[in-house]
């Protein structure tokens, strides 16, 4: 298995503009996590979801934000307008059920001007 | 609420010598301790991890020790070569089987020849 993908791997774009941030889970994992990291603020969990279903969204920021899990093997995670601030490196990770162990993708880096 | 806190926030330690980082929780409801390593440029990955019914866990050069009444845990790392720098994040799962991890807020840890 090629393990979590995520696509792009950097994206720079300027305020007010939509961002759209895919991933790709391990094939069979029923968890999947969106994950934000800055200095400031670390690893903060934005969503996940549970066999495509939306568990915990609390750590969505705003209504800028969304998260959509069409099926098993895509996700995608959504910023419109965005803004500065939003700036980011932006994980995927998933999980099978009781295993405890998260994967991780590389990352989306994402910078809003 | 940050639930697990982590220290220190930044780590020098010469090459062969021991690198401890410590972390403390307070819900208790917490019941499966992993600690994830992140090279730059990349995704944390599993590490070790520890369940609290046990006081140590010992992978090759990586022990974990963990004090139930005091809740808290460390993460050891004997003889710190170069390759092992990198940001360490401790977490906590609660309810084990859903998956859903609170991460400290990570360590940089830089070996120096």
């Known amino acids: 298995d090629a393990g979590v993908i995520q696509s792009p791997r950097h994206e720079v774009t300027e305020m007010g503009q939509e961002v759209t941030l895919r991933c790709k889970p391990i094939?069979?994992?029923?968890?999947l996590f969106w994950y934000r990291q800055t200095m400031m603020r670390g690893l903060e969990l934005l969503i996940y979801?549970?066999?495509?279903?939306?568990?915990?969204d609390s750590g969505m920021p705003e209504d800028r934000f969304s998260a959509k899990m069409p099926n098993a093997s895509f996700s995608t995670l959504k910023i419109q307008p965005s803004e500065p601030r939003d700036s980011a490196v932006y994980f995927c990770?998933?999980?099978?059920?009781?295993?405890?162990?998260?994967?991780f993708g590389e990352g989306s880096r994402l910078t809003v001007l | 609420q940050q639930q697990v806190k982590q220290s220190p926030q930044s780590l020098i330690v010469q090459k062969g010598g021991i690198s401890i980082i410590n972390c403390a929780y307070e819900?208790?409801?917490?019941?499966?301790f992993p600690w994830y390593q992140q090279f730059p440029g990349k995704g944390p990955a599993l590490l070790i991890a520890?369940?609290?019914?046990?006081s140590e866990k010992k992978e090759g050069r990586f022990t974990i020790s963990f004090n139930k009444s005091a809740k808290q845990f460390s993460l050891h790392i004997m003889d710190s070569q170069p390759g092992d720098s990198a940001t360490y994040f401790c977490?906590?799962?609660?309810?084990?089987?859903?998956?859903?991890?609170?991460f400290g807020t990570g360590t940089r840890l830089t070996i120096i020849p």
């Open positions: 990770a998933s999980a099978g059920v009781g295993t405890g162990e998260l994967f």
């Open positions: 094939s069979g994992h029923d968890y």
């Open positions: 979801f549970n066999n495509n279903v939306p568990i915990d």
């Open positions: 819900n208790t409801a917490f019941d499966y």
């Open positions: 520890i369940r609290p019914d046990v």
């Open positions: 977490a906590a799962i609660s309810n084990f089987g859903n998956e859903k991890l609170t």
